[in-house]
Nanobody
């Protein structure tokens, strides 16, 4: 599975961004998809995940109520809608996929290249 993330950028606090991650190479719907992020000097952390069918989602407490993960299996794309952004959301955001329900980065074999999100105060 190959993943290509896009949609990052610079936004003011309180603003919104939508990240996209397009997959190719295997049956997209059979994989759980997730978003992780990594800020400078920090470990990569879980943000959100969505089941293969798209019917089940789970969020980190830090983004719950502000971020929404969704997927379009017909387009082999997973999205992360980010609203009410805060400076502490600044990080490189990565999409990931695998047949796992883990929240740990090392459990995922397939990764996108990362897209930078910068939130100014």
């Amino acid at each position: 599975v190959q993943l290509q993330a896009s949609g990052g950028g610079l936004v003011q606090a309180g603003g919104s961004l939508r990240l996209s991650c397009v997959a190719s190479g295997d049956t997209f719907s059979s994989y759980l998809k997730a978003w992780f992020r990594q800020a400078p000097g920090k470990e990569r952390e879980f943000v959100a995940r969505i089941s293969g069918s798209g019917g089940n989602t789970y969020y980190a407490d830090s983004v719950k109520g502000r971020f929404t993960i969704s997927s379009d299996n017909a387009k082999s794309t997973v999205y992360l809608q980010m609203n009410s952004l805060k400076p502490e959301d600044t990080a490189v955001y990565y999409c990931a996929a695998d047949r796992t329900f883990s929240l740990i980065p090392r459990a995922f074999r397939y990764w996108g290249q990362g897209t930078q999100v910068t939130v100014s105060s």
